[in-house]
């Protein structure tokens, strides 16, 4: 038979065992009434818990103290029990009871260490939820994760409120520029601030949570739209408080208006919107924003097509090598050709730009290169094997082999499994947009040129430090972008006169062979030979020839070349 006092002690205990282990979530002030209960049954005047994230932290004090129960009353420690979880974590938890309390009997101790280890107990569990949160939910930046904006777009469709909403994805803006203007650190800065600014926006009526790198994920209620992307267009933003400096941040944003009534059956279906029409951002130049629409998810359909018929097609050899001379234009002689694909499905030509930006999303493209390279050397042994003049036949590489590191080994092994001599091929790259692709490109470039091999860079002009491009990478050949060739109405004075006059020009004292581009009249060629560049290629000459036709060309060998 339970004396009343034991009674009591268990009556206790059940309130501060059931405040702890509510079904759906614990109650804080039940778990403090209860304690507060105990620690007066038994004279406690105060009651404490530490919580420390290592033993480091403990040693300088770095950690979070609670007071569960303070009567005002000073006194000595009288129990303190400290544990070290598996997480490496370190939680205390101390008595203290005031001088005029009795002292403390056997059976009273022992119920004492049974509280406050059963408010370890807790504390570890309580932290360790918050730790499991933290990890799951955020990145190690502090910046909630995906995880985070999945969750926040379950909720919404689990309580059927997706509709008024909108979702968006967005990519800063040359940030790797920004990065190597101001520093990581001082970018890190600008990347937080402009996190910060739309969130204020957003505030409790939706999300924005990180996805990696500089890349962002955001729900909200249709009425913040406007106001987001004012940010997002591009505003100045503080990276040094103390000297107030700022630099200008603008992303390159998908927008995905969810319509009412809309609901999914996985988040993912949000992500693929919005995502895309991010992408479609960033390529669109000074469109910098683009709202997701239906014609979108026939591109999606058409992307997934390409990508399941793309092993077949390889495996079939659908993908044809046509070739597009190169000529001197001093002495009509061909002197080489750009090796294009083309892609024979049921009988019809499939154009490149249906199928060569869907595979550059992923690395199907870098098997496409490989198979043109290595087509490309059996058309090179079958040549000289029949005795024909052969001329150096440039292959375009994507850049998704960048960071490949066995790309150099990989080139040569299908050179040389053909049994080509090196001087034939010429690897075109296009010029890189961002300073990390620099160093990528010029490691590969450099490789190349070790092993004999030809490179050249294509569309110069358009990448992201065209100076640096042909200053520090050792090319042979430059190939001029069209955009820089002069058309039949501009002057000898015009902007696009003068550019291509002093591109060719440094090409030339750089020791580079300079190629124009998109010839397609005899002016233009008029222009070339006025400032001494040398070799073209265009319409004017010849379109892509299947291989037959090339041939042709290559036995007759030489171009009439007429300029006004």
């Known amino acids: 038979m339970l004396s009343e006092r034991d009674e009591h002690f268990y009556l206790l205990m059940e309130k501060l065992v059931r405040a702890m282990t509510g079904t759906e979530r614990f109650d804080k002030y039940a778990i403090l009434r209860a304690l507060g209960e105990l620690c007066k049954e038994f004279h406690i005047s105060k009651a404490v818990s530490e919580f420390y994230q290592s033993i480091t932290f403990e040693k300088q004090n770095k950690g979070e103290t609670l007071i569960g129960y303070d009567d005002g009353n000073m006194g000595d420690v009288i129990l303190c029990e400290r544990i070290h979880t598996r997480s490496m974590a370190i939680i205390k938890?101390?008595?203290?009871?005031?001088?005029?309390?009795?002292?403390?009997?056997?059976?009273?101790?022992?119920?004492?260490?049974?509280?406050?280890?059963?408010?370890?107990?807790?504390?570890?569990?309580?932290?360790?939820?918050?730790?499991?949160?933290?990890?799951?939910?955020?990145?190690?930046?502090?910046?909630?994760?995906?995880?985070?904006?999945?969750?926040?777009?379950?909720?919404?469709?689990?309580?059927?409120?997706?509709?008024?909403?909108?979702a968006i994805y967005y990519n800063l803006r040359h940030y790797?520029?920004?990065?190597?203007?101001?520093?990581?650190?001082?970018?890190?800065?600008?990347?937080?601030?402009?996190?910060?600014?739309?969130?204020?926006?957003?505030?409790g009526r939706g999300i924005i949570c990180r996805v990696g790198g500089d890349n962002f994920v955001a729900a909200f209620e249709d009425q913040l739209l406007d106001d987001i992307l004012t940010v997002l267009k591009g505003t100045p933003?503080?990276?040094?408080?103390?000297?107030?400096?700022?630099?200008?941040?603008?992303?390159?944003?998908?927008?995905?208006?969810?319509?009412?009534?809309?609901?999914?059956?996985?988040?993912?279906?949000?992500?693929?919107?919005?995502?895309?029409?991010?992408?479609?951002?960033?390529?669109?130049?000074?469109?910098?924003?683009?709202f997701f629409d239906e014609n979108m998810e026939i591109g999606k359909e058409k992307r997934m097509q390409v990508q399941q018929l793309f092993p077949n097609a390889i495996a079939n050899e659908e993908f044809k090598v046509f070739y597009q001379p190169k000529i001197d234009i001093v002495t009509g002689e061909l002197a080489g050709a750009e090796a294009l694909c083309r892609w024979f499905k049921d009988g019809k030509i499939?154009?490149?730009?249906?199928?060569?930006?869907?595979?550059?999303?992923?690395?199907?493209?870098?098997?496409?290169?490989?198979?043109?390279?290595?087509?490309?050397?059996?058309d090179i042994r079958h040549w000289l094997d029949s005795g024909r003049k052969v001329v150096r036949i440039s292959v375009n590489f994507s850049r998704k082999h960048m960071m490949d590191v066995d790309l150099l080994e990989n080139i040569i092994r299908i050179i040389d499994r053909n049994d080509v001599p090196h001087e034939y091929i010429e690897i075109e790259l296009t010029e890189t947009t961002t300073d990390v692709e620099f160093r990528d490109l010029k490691r590969v470039v450099s490789s190349l040129q070790q092993k004999g091999i030809y490179t050249s860079v294509d569309d110069f002009g358009m990448g992201y430090s065209s100076l640096n491009l042909i200053r520090d990478i050792p090319w042979n050949v430059l190939k001029v972008d069209r955009s820089f060739l002069p058309v039949d109405n501009d002057s000898s004075e015009s902007t696009r006169s003068v550019m291509f006059r002093y591109v060719v020009a440094m090409a030339k004292d750089l020791g580079l062979e300079c190629v124009a581009e998109g010839v397609e009249t005899t002016n233009q060629v008029k222009v070339l030979r006025d400032n001494n560049c040398v070799f073209a290629q265009g319409f004017l000459f010849d379109k892509p020839l299947p291989l037959d036709e090339f041939e042709q060309r290559m036995d007759k060998h030489f171009y009439k070349i007429d300029a006004e």
């Open 350 to 378: 499939i154009p490149p730009l249906d199928f060569i930006p869907i595979l550059e999303q992923n690395t199907d493209i870098c098997q496409l290169d490989f198979y043109m390279l290595d087509h490309v050397c059996k």
């Open 176 to 203: 790797t520029l920004i990065n190597r203007d101001i520093g990581r650190s001082a970018g890190d800065i600008a990347m937080r601030n402009f996190f910060d600014m739309i969130e204020n926006i957003i505030g």
């Open 237 to 290: 933003v503080v990276y040094d408080n103390l000297n107030g400096k700022r630099i200008m941040l603008s992303g390159s944003t998908g927008v995905f208006r969810i319509p009412e009534g809309y609901s999914f059956d996985t988040p993912g279906d949000i992500m693929d919107r919005i995502l895309s029409t991010s992408q479609a951002a960033k390529l669109g130049g000074k469109d910098s924003v683009v």
């Open 93 to 166: 938890g101390t008595f203290v009871m005031s001088k005029d309390a009795p002292p403390l009997s056997e059976e009273v101790e022992s119920r004492l260490r049974l509280i406050i280890r059963m408010l370890l107990s807790f504390i570890s569990r309580y932290r360790l939820e918050g730790v499991v949160e933290k990890f799951t939910f955020y990145d190690d930046t502090g910046y909630r994760n995906v995880r985070s904006f999945l969750r926040y777009l379950e909720q919404l469709n689990e309580e059927n409120a997706l509709g008024g909403h909108t």
